[in-house]
């Protein structure tokens, strides 16, 4: 079992992965990703992870699949959830305790992160509810790359700017 986002506590049983198809001449390098969903209907499932790399899409959007070779693969978003989505690449040289300090405002407007290890980097896969005042997360983003922390790109922006 894992904890979702919403607190409460989900099976993997009942998720299953949803494919999206990827450019692999992107930085990362890689052709897919798969993001757990929850199913709504046939073809419709609720996202229920933060994407680490497919673009255009952010936690608890319900997406339109496609079944292609036994996978499930993102066809389209049928319903925006207002969720926006940011990549934070920190080097792991970077302290602890200075990561903390530009962290916690963000932390502080809603924001979560999910983590993930690429070769000397480490990889924030970073959600911002709805309720978050987006101006305000991204200038918090805009400091932590200034002044040398992280660096940051917006996987989508679902809040209305």
Known sequence: MEADKLGKL??????????????????????????????????????????????????????????????????????AAGHSTYRILLGKSVPDRDFSKYWHPLEEAGCSYESAVREKMLLLAVDVPPNADINAVYKLLEKGEKDGIWGFEEGHCGHAV
């Open 10 to 79: 989900t099976t993997t049983a009942s998720l299953t992965k949803v494919f999206f198809k990827l450019n692999a001449d992107s930085w990362h390098g890689y052709s897919t990703e798969s993001v757990w969903a929850e199913p709504i209907s046939s073809n419709r499932y609720r996202l229920r992870n933060t994407p680490f790399f497919a673009k255009g899409v952010s936690f608890e959007d319900i997406v339109f699949i496609q079944e292609q070779d036994g996978d499930l693969v993102f066809e389209s978003t049928s319903i």
